[in-house]
């Protein structure tokens, strides 16, 4: 039995520079590496601002699932990692809700000092399981 492996990247120069992919899809699942709010160009948007944040990373995830053409159905679990917690949890949380709507993947979210960018607040990755039905 041979596994297919497919690589996505959104081409940005990040990928090449720390030599990582978007998603890697291996058989039937696809691990997508943390999104956030980052321009074609790949600079950070919204510095700060964690409700905007979310709302674009969000649609760098609908760009990776557009790839393997899937739905957030199909999502099983994400990993959100989040500067200042505290004070940014409504806005995650809200917005996940939002996301998702009344579908739920397991999620585990994380207070972290920092991330990649300077004043980059939100990074998700996930998981997708492509024989859930769309």
Known sequence: MSTTIDYFN???SVESSFGYSQA?????LVHV???LAFSEEGELLHPGDAAAQVKVTH???DKVLAHYSATRRQIVSQVLYVVNLREN???TAQANVSYFGDHRPAATILGV????FPDQLIEISFIIDMKLPA
Not at 24 to 28: A, E, F, K, N, T
Not at 113 to 116: F, I, K, N, Y
């Open 10 to 12: 959104h081409n940005i």
């Open 24 to 28: 890697v899809r291996s058989d039937d």
């Open 33 to 35: 590496s943390g999104q």
């Open 59 to 61: 649609a760098w995830m």
């Open 89 to 91: 949890f409504e806005a």
């Open 113 to 116: 000092p920092d991330l990649g």
